[in-house]
């Protein structure tokens, strides 16, 4: 059974950072492209970062480019989220997800506060 | 970036009635379209892959259509679990970005 946990979560002040993580299982996790989603509170879905198996391409949208970054480590079969220079706006469930063109396999999701 | 445009917002319908659920994309994208579902609380599922393709374990009263820019979900007879969002994807650009959603609440 493919599972996916997040966690990393919390309440942080602006500016400041925090690094997400999510730990896979019940599939091979190098042979997937991974990718993370966030939904504010009522808001729709944002994607916000896809990983290649190899961890050698990543992809970003313009709204957290720059300070957000995705890595792996497939020894761990782990996903990463580091988010740096956090805002109010960024305040959201994080999703990790299974990629392949489409979103397979989601986490339960993580809920992030940025709020002083 | 790619613009998916969902409607209607909002659906009210009928338990037993048949819907039909729009999603346009600011240019062509062929048919790498997706759809999910979302209940309260809960992670999305996805439903249709690639425009009309099934997912196992999905009921078959959810089916798909289009290509190009213009996407249809359906579904055949709703169900009272099927109230909730739905939401389409698309992966022509390595930037994904999502639909807006359209919620479908009961009449």
């Known amino acids: 059974e493919v599972q996916l946990v997040e966690s990393g979560g919390g309440l942080v002040q602006p500016g400041r950072s925090l690094k997400l993580s999510c730990a896979a299982s019940?599939?091979?996790?190098?042979?997937?492209?991974m990718a993370w989603v966030r939904q504010a509170p009522k808001k729709g879905l944002e994607w916000v970062a896809t990983?290649?198996?190899?961890?050698?391409?990543?992809y970003y949208p313009d709204s957290v480019k720059g300070r957000f970054t995705i890595s792996r480590d497939n020894a761990k079969s782990s996903l990463y989220l580091q988010m740096n220079s956090l805002k109010s706006e960024d305040t959201a469930t994080y999703y990790c997800?299974?990629?392949?063109?489409?979103?397979?396999?989601w986490g339960q999701g993580v809920m992030v506060t940025v709020s002083s | 970036n790619i613009v998916l445009t969902q409607s209607p917002a909002t659906l009210s319908v009928t338990p037993g009635e048949s819907v039909s659920l729009s999603c346009r994309a600011s240019?062509?994208?062929?048919?790498?379209i997706h759809w999910y579902q979302q209940k309260s609380n809960e992670s999305p599922r996805l439903l249709i892959k690639?425009?009309?393709q099934s997912i196992s374990g999905i009921p078959s009263r959810f089916s798909g259509s289009g290509s190009g820019t213009d996407f249809t979900l359906s579904i055949n007879r709703v169900e009272s679990e099927d109230f909730s969002i739905y939401y389409c994807?698309?992966?022509?650009?390595?930037?994904?970005?999502f639909g807006s959603g359209t919620k479908l609440e009961i009449k």
């Open positions: 997800a299974r990629q392949i063109q489409w979103l397979d396999y």
């Open positions: 019940g599939f091979t996790f190098s042979n997937y492209y």
């Open positions: 990983i290649s198996t190899s961890g050698s391409r990543t």
């Open positions: 240019q062509s994208i062929s048919t790498s």
């Open positions: 690639y425009a009309s």
């Open positions: 994807q698309q992966s022509y650009s390595s930037l994904l970005t």
